[in-house]
């Protein structure tokens, strides 16, 4: 069984940092790409960024020069450095991990509960 926990979220004024962490546990053979998204209340949930195990990055234009998506592949851990926050990044954030639990298995999605990062004065 895999999981997937978030951290880091909470509440944080305009212009301000938050990162955030997602450790990912169970079993696991490897895992692919690692990503965060978010889904503000009555919108789609929409990728935040994402990052390869080589450490190819990709970004949603709306985070581009703000948000720094990275990874500790010995430790299966995701990070995501949250700087200049607006309050339109206010959402709940998840953390996705693409990964093959067996090296017969194809790999698989996993998803985090999700961790609330709220941008208000």
């Known amino acids: 069984q895999v999981q997937l926990v978030e951290s880091g979220g909470g509440l944080v004024q305009p212009g301000g940092s938050l990162r955030l962490s997602c450790a990912t546990s169970g079993s696991i053979f490897s895992i692919n790409v690692m990503g965060w998204y978010r889904q503000a209340p009555g919108k789609q949930r929409e990728l935040v960024a994402a990052i390869t195990t080589g450490g190819s990055t990709n970004y949603a234009d709306s985070v581009k020069g703000r948000f720094t998506i990275s990874r500790d592949n010995a430790k299966n851990t995701a990070y995501l450095q949250m700087n200049s926050l607006k309050p339109e990044d206010t959402a709940v954030y998840y953390c996705?991990?693409?990964?093959?639990?067996?090296?017969?298995?194809?790999?698989?999605?996993?998803w985090g509960q999700g961790t609330q990062v709220t941008v208000s004065s």
């Open positions: 996705l991990a693409n990964l093959r639990q067996d090296w017969r298995t194809k790999s698989m999605d996993y």
